[in-house]
């Protein structure tokens, strides 16, 4: 009954964006301001209509009614409260239902935060986003229907998945699927601008906006997801280049380069259609990573047609490239080019350009090693693999080129080749950053390192960051005394440079974060009640096997004491857990962190009869925590530039300087 | 010996293809079953020994889990090519011998990035390709094309706000 | 079950309808899509002219400091926008720019 209410209200959201996708198109042709409010009012419509069946699905995963095949597949008696609220994303119609859900949310506050500058273009946002919607809800009415019944219904479903049962499952998804649902918005302004033929003044700081809050939750979702993967799959990594990593990662990168586009813009108005082609490319890439992902395609061509959803998701992708292609090829002569006539040579803009090259160019290197398995199979028969020795052959090199782009291009200034105290600014940070790579190397233990080459990379690399990160907060400080240090006006006009320079300052610990986790130690030992290893300066004693129930699973803990030099700092506990609803023995991680390094220790296997002897997996994962809270950083920098409130508003600056 | 284990190995190998097709629709990397009796070996990681092994077994990939070596997975299968891994690394022989040996049964596919031969040359050549033509590339098309490109008679903001102000004054007074 | 599905298509239907009899109508605002000399320097005029009246406004007290400052950079973003438009279009085809 609810199950085909909330289906109904799903056809009905595919009426309204159709009607709105019509009524948008015909608004922009004819400049009606009515048909363009009803077509907005279609989008507000699906949009309440939507979270309307979402609520009445959340409802009735918590009445358990298996007679939803979808409730059924994900989620069962047992499951725990809050699992039963994430169970909603945790198989493909749901996530799908998500990303539709929140595409429509953000499509909706886009159209009614719209900014009085942009009224002329407003009708073809509304088109884009509409039509992109319109195709998402046939798709989940014709092949992911969350709503589909079940005869007759089951007393009991067949449960969640057991590794999504973590509390970083509740946030990443979401997380994530708001920054690909919030990059519609950049790319529906693009296609809005190609169509108008113009980028107007007030286009590109609504943009920015948006691909800022876009490039928010992108990096905190990506990060999340290491982060549970890190905590739950138990190998002691948090990043494995798999596929499903790097379709989140591909429109990560599209986007950074897209705000370092917007930069240029913004400055000097050159740079506008490569602005137009990356905000449509990096949506387009968190469609295609979706595609990829779940089509089953990368697994093998072969899988790809067994699933109707796959074939229709090519068909969308291929026809919304075309269009933008066609509308892109007649109407881009029409944007006009920039203010004036101006050479590049050495300058701020010309750093800009090399790091969008650079960061492009992983996104295209990340692209080629994700498909290349699907190409090879398909020309040549061959199955292969491309997996993390393939990237990390690449993608250290062009991480190190960005850190010496960001100290560099941060130094200069736009349109001159002059480096204001450049040169003293970089001797001093070398200096500063020698005793800065020494902390590093001592407390990360670099010294240790087996390979000479990996520890020669690892010291230049951390130096290099070191000195970046001087370079920056050197220039911050230059910057800080041409406002005599009045932090009033640096935060009111500065907010922008601020956010910037806390991203980049993230992206540094983050890298230097990589590279400690160069080195890692590992030690496999099987242990008997009351013996103690020994393993990099700390003693673990275990005690024994114990079962414990914790809500819906039955863990089995291998506890462990452990202590340091001598004196006990606490005890951890490794275990294995089993669901009611899977065979499975679950890893269940004990993690034991200090700045410099985690103690990570697994249970790999355990005397079932009595519990008095144990394998462990021992690991020490050095700098984890800087990735953390380098995530941390580079989010809150994103975040206070998107308050800025003067960029993007040259106009307005101008004219309270001319009055 | 060997034999019968090869002939087991390929019989799951085979079915877990049939599976991993069907449950790629889950979201991250799941490691695979853990068999509850298998036993697990302290893997050296030291040493002559350690070192090669450590080598191969991360150049290997997991059949059963997305994005992971052998080496880092614990999947029964993971453990039964380690088992092999080691079983070779001690009887001497070298890194590229036991690759060989691995490709030999199972294809290219076992290896984590495909050999530099035949058509995946082109795998390797594209990124080199995209770093050493890049740069040209956006030289030419973005650097060097300013220069000669007309500007189309448009002004600049600031001119045009200069313009504005000056009529504003004339309509006022 | 089936009346309430009516009710949500004809809610639905009215909500769409609804713009049609409610609120401001006419022609949305244009930008300097205008391909025609003339109606770009008239639409200047226009702009210059609005600047002038809420200048007064504001200086008569009709105009809130904050709504004053909007319309400012409103139609200072427009004049720009016309503005540009005509000088490439004085450029690209001088015979019509010089009408």
Redesign the interface.
Known sequence: MLADLGFYLLLMCLISTCYGVVSAVLAAVWRHRRLYRSSRLALTASCAMSVSAAIMLWYMFFNRDYSVAYIFKTSSNDLPQVYTLTAFWSSLEGSHFLWTLLLCSYGTIALWTYSKDNEHIMPYVSASIQAVLGWMFYLLLSHSDPFLRLFPARPDGQGMNTLLQNPYMAIHPPTLFTGYTALAIPAAYSVAALCYGDITEGWLKTTRRWTLYAWCALTAGIILGGHWAYVELGWSGYWAWDPVENSSFIPWLFCTALLHSLVVQDKLGHLKRLTLILAFLAFFFSFFGTFITRSGVISSVHSFAESPIGPNYLAFLAGMLLVVAVIYGFRAPSILPPEADKAWGVSKESALVITQFLLLTLAAIVCVGTLYPIVSEAITGERTTVQAPYFNTFAPWIGLGLVVAIALGNMMRYQTSKMPGGPKLMAIAAAVAVPLTAALVIGGDVMSTKKPFNLGAQLVGLFLCAWSTACLTGDLWQRLQDLRFNLGLFFSRNLAYFGGYLAHIGLLIAIAGFLGNYRGLQKIATLTSGETIDFYGYQLRFDEIREVQKDNATLYQGALDVSRAGAPIGAIKPARSRYPTSSNLNHEVALMSTFWHDLYVTLSDFDRENGRKATFELHINPTVRFVWIAAFVMVIGGLIAMFDRYRGNKSRDAIRAAI | MMTIQFSRILKIFSLILVNTAVATTLIAGESGPVDEDALKKAWPSDGPVGELFHEVAGSLRCPTCTGLSVLESDARFSQQIKQIVLEQVEAGKNREEILQHFTERYGPWILRSPPPRGFNVLAWLMPLTILLLGPPAVWFFVWRKRRVMNTLGVRSADDIIKEMHGRLKEMQT | ?IY??VF??II?IA??????WF???????????INSATELGALKEAL??R??DDEKAFKAGHLSATSWE?R???L??????A???L??L???QPSRGAE
């Open positions: 079950m309430l599905a949500i298509g639905l909500v769409l309808l609804a713009p049609f609120g401001p109508g006419g022609l949305l605002q244009a930008g300097s899509s210059l002219k600047y002038v909007q400012q950079s409103f200072t973003n427009r004049y720009i926008d503005a540009r438009r000088d490439f004085q450029h690209t």
